[in-house]
């Protein structure tokens, strides 16, 4: 076999991967390298989604919430249900077994579409070659029409908490415990220390989240942020705001090692907690180490990224970058888009990503999800908008499920009556938030959300009714705004 290929994609991740299957889709020679190994050694695909990120933490979400839901969620039904037991170990072996079959479809997948699938490490050279070393140590140099870099992200971490892997521990570690701990630490209550601090809370620990900023989720809508809180409280997670970690110290031996948090609370006072785990995610960064050459001609932005263009391109020519590794949020769909996007443009399309289209979700009970401009943004950007709200406890649907907690916000344009935003923390709202993002794509206004037919009863009938409280016409809510 020829070293020569149309493309050669570096790293397998959900970017990574999805371009490849693209481009040999549109007849492109293509090879795809990865260096992650499983637990067995051996080389595997998926990335950090399918390994030790999307994937798995859903599986262990699932999970938890089915045990927590067995013990809280079904007297009200008139069920009872007496002595709930857990086996961590099986409800972690059955997360890996989900991780095994997912990134074995994805070698079958390469074979399907005439990918080649090539495990070891990629660095780019002058001139679009690819170097190779492959399991064993063997250097190949690979020459390519187009390099496409897909080398992901890794985890921040911060000198104030090393991660040692036992007890200090970062993401991955937190999808591996085998048994609950009783007092589990957090720093950094962003997605993954609500989506992980979660699991472990549903399952038994006592869970303290400390952050460093004073607003919380600040990025997201904060009406449904504050709303976010009172709900993920009254679950029992501590969520302490405007906190400084200044230092941790392990205590103890063995078995009974514990780690020791010192902080500065939100009044400037110096506190500690000891815990039993401490779960550091504070962030990721673009991943590129022994990633570049120096000739390769690939620059980096301010923050660490790969620079790149609107459509991917890097400003070395025949060379592509996607996912976590460049601009933009760390999303695997982000990811998965630019990935065909590109493909696409190599083979001549002219494909694009609508960068203000993409849906956020954070996978705690009731989810939160968003996609477009926050109440803030619209604001700060001087446009005139209205706003319409839906409670799910005025959604019969959400009333029979017992998941009344969150609600659906709509943010259009005052004018236009164009759908700018919509945030949702309830009930499926990721399935939900999606329908949103399908008539945003289309352009739609509220109206036409308005005027369209929703089952009944169905969860997104809150959306249709948010559709028509943003012009005053909601049915089953006392309207805000009167026409
Ligand atoms: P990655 O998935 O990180 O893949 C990059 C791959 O490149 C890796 O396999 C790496 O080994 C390989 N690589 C790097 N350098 C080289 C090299 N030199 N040679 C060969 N191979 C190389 N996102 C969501 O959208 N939804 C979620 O629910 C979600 N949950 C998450 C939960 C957790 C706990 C974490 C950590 C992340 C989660 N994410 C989620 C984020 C998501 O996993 C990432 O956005 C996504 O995996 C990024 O895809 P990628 O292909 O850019 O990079
Ligand atoms: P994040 O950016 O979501 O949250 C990090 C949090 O840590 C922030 O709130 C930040 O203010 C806080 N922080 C930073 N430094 C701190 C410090 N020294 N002390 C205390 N708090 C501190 O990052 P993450 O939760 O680590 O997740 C990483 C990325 O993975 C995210 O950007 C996200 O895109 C992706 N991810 C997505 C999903 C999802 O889509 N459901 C799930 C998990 C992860």
Known sequence: MSDKYDVVVIGAGPAGYVCAIRAAQLGLKTACIEKMKNSEGKGVNGGTCLNVGCIPSKALLDSSYKFWEIQHGSDQHGITIKDAGLDVPKMIGRKDAIVKQLTQGIAGL????????????????????????????KVTVLEADNVVIASGS?????????????????????????????????????????????????????????????????????????????????????????????????????????????????????????????????????????????????ALDERGSIYVNEHCATNAPGVWAVGDVVRGPMLAHKGSEEGVMVAERIAGHKTQVNYDIITNVVYIHPEVASVGRTEEQVKQSGEPYKIGTFPFVASGRALAADEKD???????????????????????????VQQVAIAMEFGSTAEDLALMVFGHPT?????????????????????????
């Open 406 to 432: 969150g609600l659906v916000k709509m943010i259009v344009h005052e004018e236009s009556d164009r759908v700018l935003g919509c945030h949702i923390v309830g009930p499926s709202a990721a399935d939900l």
């Open 110 to 137: 390469f074979k399907a579409n005439g990918v080649t699938s090539l495990f070891g490490t990629g660095r780019l050279l002058a001139e679009r070659k690819v170097e190779y070393t492959d399991e064993s140590g």
């Open 154 to 298: 890794q985890p921040i971490d911060i000198p104030v908490a090393p991660v040692d892997g036992e007890v200090i521990i970062d993401s991955t570690g937190a999808l591996e415990l085998q048994a609950v701990p009783g007092r589990l630490g957090v720093i950094g209550a962003g997605v993954i220390g609500l989506e992980l601090g979660s699991v472990w809370n549903r399952l038994g620990s006592e869970v303290v989240l400390l952050e460093a900023m004073e607003d919380f989720l600040a990025i997201m809508d904060q009406q449904i942020a504050k709303e976010t809180k009172k709900i993920l409280t009254k679950q029992g997670l501590d969520i302490r705001l405007g906190c400084r970690v200044t230092g941790s110290q392990i205590k103890g031996r063995g078995k009974s090692k514990k780690v020791e948090v010192t902080y500065l609370g939100a009044d400037g006072a110096e506190a500690k907690e000891i815990f039993d785990k401490l779960i550091v995610c504070v962030g990721r960064r673009p991943f590129t180490e022994n990633l570049l050459a120096p000739d390769c001609g690939v």
């Open 459 to 483: 969860l997104s009938e809150a959306v249709h009714e948010a559709a028509l409280a943003a012009n005053g016409h909601a049915i089953h809510i006392p309207n805000k705004r009167k026409r």
